[in-house]
């Protein structure tokens, strides 16, 4: 059985606890498969998140184009963050999964060793969502111009492209701060436009009635 959103993490050997690591590891390839998005809903600030998994909703164009990177905890600042490349993407289960290799830098190699050992089995992807899809708390499709500000909102990702992934130390999605690159400013924008409508009716309506 997939893990839940909360649960994601490298594959780990079930069946051979003295192993200790993944059985997806190769060491003579310096690779392993995770887990990288399985699209669970993610409290926001703005309301419900949810990621569509499917190959028309995930574009994985970067990963011909210019590559994917393996990062430290989402770092972008030194090239010291970059512990491998992700090599392979496919759909599983209704899960993003993909192969990593590993670099063979002091960095990487570390990265590696820890993830070989089973001492470090958390995954984060960090992405760009290009369309959102809101819906109401009964499931309707939400036009942003007719929904108050407060309203219990999903916000799905139908199209979202993936720029990294990151080996972090809690395999949870409970960092959400670092789990978009920028879309909380457009949903912040979305929001701030339905509150602003909704202030300008409540306002009309105490004038109505003056």
Not at 14 to 36: C, F, R
Not at 152 to 160: E, G, K, N, S
Not at 167 to 196: E, F, H
């Amino acid at each position: 059985m997939l893990p839940r959103r909360d649960q994601l993490q490298i594959r780990l050997a079930a069946d051979d606890a003295s192993a200790g690591g993944p059985l997806t590891y190769d060491k003579h390839q310096h690779t392993v498969e995770a887990v990288i998005s399985m699209g669970s809903p993610v409290k926001r600030s703005y309301g419900t998140e949810l990621l569509r998994i499917s190959p028309d909703a995930v574009d994985l164009s970067r990963l011909r184009e210019g590559g994917i990177p393996l990062l430290d905890h989402h770092a972008q600042s030194s090239i010291d963050k970059l512990l491998g490349r992700l090599v392979d993407a496919w759909f599983e289960h209704g899960a993003l999964v993909g192969r990593f290799k590993f670099n063979q830098t002091e960095q990487g190699q570390k990265a590696e060793g820890m993830v070989a050992r089973g001492e470090l089995t958390g995954i984060s992807a960090g992405y760009r969502v290009d369309q959102w899809q809101i819906t109401d708390a009964d499931g309707g499709v939400v036009d942003e111009r007719d929904a108050r500000w407060d309203d219990d909102l999903t916000f799905t990702a139908t199209r979202w492209q993936l720029f990294e992934a990151s080996l972090v130390g809690v395999p949870a999605d409970a960092a959400s701060s670092i789990r978009s690159l920028g879309d909380p400013d457009v949903l912040r924008s979305v929001r701030a436009r339905m509150r602003a409508r909704h202030n300008i009716v409540l306002r009309n309506s105490r004038l109505s009635h003056e």
